[in-house]
């Protein structure tokens, strides 16, 4: 269970390759938190803290990945995706 739920394994790096060697946009928004939660947690704390956690890494490290994903989201066809767009 742990491989699976992993986000940063060696399978997240391959996915990312295989993406890129096809040319496909790869985005994973993911924070690295100073602890583990369980998914069914109910402590208040544990849930603040990583709420925070989660808002600043948005704020800081992934801000400019959002950019990004945004773009590409408006410079898709409307009837689906067909071609991929180059960011720069």
Known sequence: MY????????SVG????????????YFRFS???TRAYD?????T???????FET??????QAHQDIVNLCRLLKTMPAAGIQEY???D
């Open 55 to 60: 808002e600043v890494y948005l704020k800081t």
């Open 3 to 10: 491989q699976c739920t992993s986000s940063h394994a060696v």
């Open 14 to 25: 391959q996915a990312r390759e295989w993406a890129h060697s096809l040319g496909i946009p």
């Open 39 to 43: 998914l069914d947690s109910t402590a």
């Open 31 to 33: 924070p690295r938190l």
């Open 45 to 51: 704390d544990g849930i603040f803290d990583f709420w």
């Open 85 to 87: 767009k180059e960011m």
